[in-house]
């Protein structure tokens, strides 16, 4: 049953559309002014993200009437009082999500069921939401389940098509998401894929430099055993010592430190990672770069 509770099993049914009317139960309710039957099915959805996605499910294209519109399209077009109570229904589920993709939302969750049925219904694998802040511009699915949680979502997206090798606006790929996300599972499982683990963005930061970043350790551990450069430097000749000096992560440090990394060499300014961990106020760090120096500063 794929891991389905039967709630979630009785809920897809009744808002999933018969292929001979391409209209499901909780869509004809709708179009029928329907307010009770569709409180019915609505109560019976598992969480709001069900209901969303039940509400986003285009109908088919074999109804000749509605046939490609969804049903907020279709409730705007009718003008009774029980389809303006099935439309402020629809509206406070819709608003919930309103400024999320739900398929990102899922995959941020790790939620494969949802996954799987938001792609079933025709989302498309590696989709970028139209609107995302800054920090998130160009993001697919993938990326998403990467970063922010170790459930089986980034083996079910790369199964279903997700690309290795997209990036986001800022250069970087699922690979580098799971490594910011410190999701070792997920790094692993991406490199069985077949993620090229040595790419760069366009200031040519790479894994290691994210993983020192970020303070994730055994990230870091896992990309040096495989051949990365310890002192490697990115555009702002910045090293994996002085990015992780910046952010305070002493754990990190002294890692970077035990493998070989250079407190001596300066970025951009001239700034040693010394110099960084003060400007951060970082006590701990500058107290542990001090005595890797000797204090020689």
Not at 84 to 113: D, N, P, R, T, Y
Request: charged fraction near 20%; glycine fraction near 10%; include cysteine.
């Amino acid at each position: 049953m794929n891991g389905l509770s039967m709630k979630s099993l009785a809920f897809n049914v009744l808002t999933t559309p018969y292929e001979e009317s391409g209209l499901s139960c909780l869509q004809s309710a709708c179009i029928e002014g329907d307010v009770d039957t569709v409180n019915a099915i609505l109560n019976y959805s598992p969480e709001k993200l069900d209901s969303a996605i039940a509400l986003s499910i285009k109908i088919g294209r074999n109804s000749s009437e509605f046939g490609g519109n969804s049903i907020s399209t279709v409730l705007g077009q009718k003008d009774s009082e029980k389809h303006g109570q099935i439309k402020k229904i629809v509206q406070e589920i819709i608003k919930h999500f309103q400024s999320q993709s739900l398929l990102h939302l899922a995959a941020k969750k790790g939620q494969v069921e949802h996954l799987r049925r938001l792609l079933d219904i025709g989302e498309h694998v590696n989709s970028v939401p139209p609107e995302s802040p800054p920090d998130l511009s160009g993001e697919t699915p993938l990326m998403s389940a990467a970063r922010c949680n170790e459930e089986d979502a980034v083996e079910f997206l790369v199964e279903r098509g997700a690309s290795l090798e997209l990036r986001d606006a800022g250069g970087f790929t699922p690979f580098h998401h799971a490594v910011m996300g410190g999701k070792m599972k997920n790094m692993l499982r991406l490199i069985e894929f077949g993620a090229d683990i040595w790419k760069e963005n366009e200031e040519l930061y790479s894994a290691v430099h994210l993983a020192a970043q970020y303070g994730h350790t055994e990230a870091v551990r896992l990309l040096l055993e495989r051949g990365a450069d310890v002192n490697k430097v990115n555009y702002h000749n910045s090293t994996p010592l002085s990015l992780a000096a910046q952010n305070g992560h002493l754990e990190t440090i002294r890692f970077l430190l035990k493998k070989g990394g250079n407190p001596n060499r300066g970025s951009v300014g001239d700034m040693l990672p010394l110099h960084h961990a003060v400007e951060g106020n970082h006590i701990d760090a500058v107290k542990c770069l001090l005595q890797e120096s000797g204090g020689m500063y």
